[in-house]
Structure formats: structure tokens, C-alpha cells
């Protein structure tokens, strides 16, 4: 098996997690896989510059919660990465 690092396995947890179709906020992808914000941002971040998940910002005024947010959804590069990986 490959040696991954923790970080690398972050991201394809987040991966898995969007691989269900569904668009996430960062609070409830790290809820979902048992991070903290901070890190599920930091590794949006990077699959986002890859293409491999779609990021966009909610402001305040648009929010239903009058707070600004982040929604995110995985891309079909995305899933036929993730669906190519054999971990």
C-alpha cells in the first residue's frame, strides 16, 4: 500500500464525502469527516486549484443565515479522479 500523508488523506476523504453529489459547507465536511474548519478549508483550497471540487462563496446578504459561508461540490474530474485511485 502507498505511503500517504495525513494531509493527502484529508483530501480524499473530503473527495468521498462530495462523491455523494451533494454541496457541502466547509463546517458540516469537517463534522463529516472528523476534522476541524481550518483544515477542511486548507485542503479545498488545494483540490479547488486541481479542478477536483467547485468553491463558492455565499455572502452575508445572500446567506439565509445573514453570515457568509462557503458551498462546495465535487467536479467530474473530481469523481473520475477519486474513482481511479485504489486506496
Known sequence: MVELLESDRKKIE???????GKVYSYYHLSKRIGTNYETVKKNCKFLELLNFI???????KESASGKASYRVRI??????WLGKIDL
Open 75 to 80: 467536479t467530474n474530474k473530481g469523481l473520475d
Open 14 to 20: 473530503i473527495l468521498r464525502a462530495l462523491s455523494d
Open 54 to 60: 467547485q468553491v463558492t462563496k455565499v455572502g452575508k
